[in-house]
């Protein structure tokens, strides 16, 4: 077992965790943070994206012990309390989700999405964005309009992290 420190969420938080313990095993399993998804544990659906210092990151390819230090933010960290996250609002609004699985991942990259390109972002760029995420339910077109919607939601507000 090794000691591993980080803020989640906006929280400081320590355990003991095998070496070899993923971070989406973490999240879930030792946080009780279950919105984090684990689809394919092989990198290639998107379910398990997480921010880790403020980049969109696969958290099934990162190992607990790599984020000594870091800064995770997780789908429970995006809304204020019972305010939702503009990005959140607009995958309700637009019915950006069916079974909801992929939602969490979609809306994590779509956040990231924004914050490195900008809040007016057209289908094409939404699309290409996307590569890496996997819906096996609604066809993305409602995926698409969301995030523009959601974009255009977040204005010229940086992300914030949950307040502590």
């Known amino acids: 077992m090794a000691s591993v420190s980080m803020t989640v969420n906006g ?32 990198s290639q659906c998107g379910a398990c994206v997480v921010h880790l210092d403020g980049e969109a990151v696969k958290a099934c390819t990162v190992l607990a012990l790599q984020c000594e230090g870091a800064d995770i933010l997780t789908i429970e960290g995006l809304a204020k309390g019972s305010e939702l996250h503009p990005m959140q609002a607009a995958f309700r609004e637009h019915h950006g989700l069916q ?30 964005e996307l590569e ?4 096996r339910c609604t066809g993305y077109h409602n995926i698409v309009k969301a995030i523009g919607a959601g974009a255009r939601a977040m204005g010229s507000q940086p992300l914030q992290q949950a307040a502590e």
């Open 99 to 128: 079974c909801g699985f992929c939602t969490p991942g979609m809306i994590m990259t779509a956040v990231d999405m924004v914050n490195r390109l900008g809040h007016e972002l057209d289908d094409h760029t939404i699309r290409e």
């Open 11 to 42: 929280k400081a938080v320590t355990a003991d965790v095998d070496p070899r313990t993923l971070l989406v095993q973490f999240l879930r399993e030792n946080l009780r943070l279950t919105g984090t998804h684990v689809g394919c544990d092989t």
């Open 132 to 135: 890496g995420n996997l819906c």
